[in-house]
């Protein structure tokens, strides 16, 4: 591994990339408490899919304007201090849900909670690519990634303790859930100091020359532009990526818990463990994904072949949920489950670890950027619940849902272009 901050150990490296994880959970548990109340919810309100729906498709936006917003953001401050700031705003939003009595004031919360929430990312993938080098990185961003996995694994239980067929039963969740929050924030402040992450000045290098041809390769002295970064091609392959792993993920967060219930007639209480251990396939399959990228590394694979390899094996288990259309209620259906939750979850570290190669200066714009586009796609969830109430049927959607990566991994082998690989 690369040399720590001065006076800090790899044990305290890994230590950080442990409440990386914590911040994840949160940030799932958050989001995660409205998809696993959503029957309830929509009864209370009575809402159609399509409204309901639009209440993710509110959050969405929110999440592509903040993405951006902190990731400027992140690139100009020490995230030392934005961190904790936007995971207390995230976490009172989550708790304010609890407390809104109209559909309006829904939305409200969840789009004020998807601005903030979108804080997250910037500021964790700047705590990775500072503390790890290129062949760990893939490995710390399967830790980070798994608590999202953790907090989807966490949150259906938790609704079962706390959620009854009584109405507005559902409140007390969003209340709880969104005060954990403040725990992670006093460990954070505890075990971080500014000059751990503090932004690192860089010697200004002058312009190319008047009249230098533009598609000359830059200069390794000279970092590439943002600018120059965004008409790049492993921009554009990083963002038909994004999209289509966003796409799929975020489908089954949102639609899992009604697909079960209302497509398929499980209870409440047997969809909600089904969800469980959906999740805890994610995980699973996520930090398979870390170790398995340095396993392969240690066999001589290239650090972007062994990625590309655990992102192409996660894309073809996660494909196997075009078999939905077909499969009852039953066994087959949820082995199915389980196996798209095992690749699922396990594309976003290899995607997040080949966006750090891209730049250090520039690295929470880049990834703010990535974020803003792929979360305007949000409108997907508006659409998927007006065609659920045409049809009352979920199942082409989720099919769609989970042949999206293969989009992805056609790009990823496509486009990113081929360079020797400096980064064992």
């Known amino acids: ?18 409440l990386l994880l914590l911040a994840s959970s949160i940030n799932y548990m958050d989001r995660q408490t409205l998809s696993s109340t959503s029957p309830q919810i929509k009864r209370e309100f009575v809402l159609t899919n399509e409204q309901y729906g639009t209440i993710e498709f509110a959050f969405g936006m929110a999440f592509a304007v903040g993405a951006s917003v902190f990731g400027f953001v992140s690139d100009r401050t020490n995230v030392r201090w934005l961190y904790p700031g936007v995971l207390l705003l995230w976490s009172a939003m989550g708790f304010a849900t609890g407390l809104v009595q109209t559909y309006s004031g829904l939305l409200l919360c969840r789009f004020l909670l998807g601005f903030f929430e979108a804080g997250h990312w910037p500021c964790a993938l700047k705590t990775t690519q500072r503390l790890l080098p290129p062949k760990f990185r893939t490995l710390g961003n399967s830790v980070l990634q798994s608590g999202t996995a953790i907090g989807a694994i966490v ?42 992450l503090a932004l690192q000045p860089k010697e200004k290098l002058p312009d190319p020359k008047p009249g230098a041809d533009a598609n000359l390769p830059l200069s390794p002295a000279r970092e590439a532009s943002f600018f120059e970064l965004l008409l790049s091609r492993k921009f554009l392959t990083l963002l038909i990526v994004v999209i289509s792993i966003n796409l799929c993920w975020h489908t089954f967060r949102v639609w899992m818990q009604l697909f ?132 009352k049927s979920y199942d082409v959607g989720m099919m769609v849902a989970s042949l999206l990566p293969l989009v992805a991994l056609s790009a990823m082998f496509w486009m990113w272009p081929r360079q020797a690989d400096e980064t064992r």
């Not at 591994?1 to 442990?18: K, L, T, Y």
């Not at 409440?268 to 392969?296: K, M, P, Q, S, Y």
């Not at 077909?326 to 259906?333: A, D, F, I, T």
Request: hydrophobic content about 45%.
């Open 1 to 18: 591994m690369s040399e720590p901050q001065a006076g800090r150990s790899q044990r305290w490296v890994w230590w950080i990339c442990g």
């Open 155 to 196: 949150t259906p239980q938790i609704i079962k303790v706390m959620v009854t067929d009584e109405r507005g039963s559902w409140r007390i969740a969003f209340q709880v859930v969104g005060a954990i929050g403040v725990a992670w924030i006093v460990l954070w402040l505890l075990s971080v100091h500014s000059r751990d």
């Open 260 to 391: 079960l219930e209302e497509g398929r007639g499980y209870s409440r209480n047997e969809a909600l463990d089904i969800v469980t251990w959906f999740n805890i396939a994610t995980d699973v399959g996520c930090l398979t994904t870390g170790f398995a990228t340095v396993a392969l590394g240690r066999q001589g694979w290239s650090t972007h072949g062994a990625r590309c390899m655990a992102f192409g094996v996660c894309a073809l288990l996660t494909a196997s949920g075009a078999f939905f259309p077909w499969l009852p209620k039953g066994h087959s259906l949820e082995l199915v489950l389980m196996t798209v939750g095992l690749g699922s979850l396990g594309l976003f570290p290899c995607y997040y670890s080949l966006s750090q190669e891209l730049t250090q200066t520039h690295q929470g714009k880049i990834t703010g950027t990535l974020g803003t586009i792929a979360w305007t796609f949000s409108y997907w969830h508006r659409e998927f619940g007006r065609w659920v109430d045409h049809t």
